[in-house]
C-alpha cells in the first residue's frame, strides 16, 4: 500500500513539473512557428527519451520497476529543463505619458537597467537578452500599470541588430554593433495598434555599456 502511494506521489510530482514546463515553454518566443507547437515538440521529445531510457535502465538493474525510473527520470529531465528556460518577468519603468519606442540594448552591465530615458532606452544583461520574457510588465514612474499599452511582440521583429557610429560628435566613422529587442507603448485608445515609431540611436546610446562577446 505505502509503496503505491509512493508511486502515486511520485506521478503527481511528475505531472505538475511537466504542467510547469509546459508553461516555461509556451512562453519562449520562436521564429519559426508558435512557441506553443514548440512546447508540445519538446514535451513529447522529452515523453519519448525519458520512456527509452527508463526501459533501458529497467532492463540493466534488476527490481527497478519502469513506472519509477520512468516517473525519476521524466521528473530531472524537467526540472533541469525548467531551470534553463525560466526567466523572471521583467518590469519596465517609463517616464509619466510615455509614448514611443522602447528600446532596451544589450550591454556588459551585471545588472538591468530598466528604467527607461525619455528616448526610452534602456539596457538589459547579456543573460537577459538571449532569455527574455516577451511580457513585461509596463509601468510609468508613479505606479501606473499601463502594459495594456505595449505592442509589437513580434518574434522577427523582436531581436534586432544594427551599427551606430562611435562618436558622431568627432565625425568618427567607427562602427559599433548594438543588439537590443524593442516593442512600443502607444497612446490610450490605441491598445493593439502599432503606431511604428523610429528612433535613430546614433547619439543617445551610452557605448560603454555596449556588449562586447570575449
Known sequence: MKYNILIITLWIFTIGLLLLLGLLLSRIPSFSFPSQIGAVVILVTLFIGSAALAKLFSEIFDGLKFTIAFAVILSLASMVLSYKVYTPKLTITVPKGFTGRITLIRSNLSKNVLNVDSNGIGYIRNRTFKRFDMNPVVLEADGTDISSRAVGFI????????????????????????????????????????????????????????YRAH
Not at 502607444?186 to 543617445?204: A, F, H, N, S, W
Open 155 to 210: 518574434p522577427s521583429e523582436f531581436w534586432v541588430d544594427t551599427v551606430i557610429r562611435a562618436h558622431p560628435e568627432l565625425n568618427d566613422q567607427t562602427m559599433l554593433k548594438v543588439s537590443y529587442v524593442h516593442f512600443e507603448v502607444v497612446p490610450k485608445g490605441q491598445e493593439g495598434r502599432r503606431q511604428d515609431y523610429g528612433i535613430d540611436l546614433t547619439g543617445l546610446v551610452d557605448t560603454a555599456k555596449l
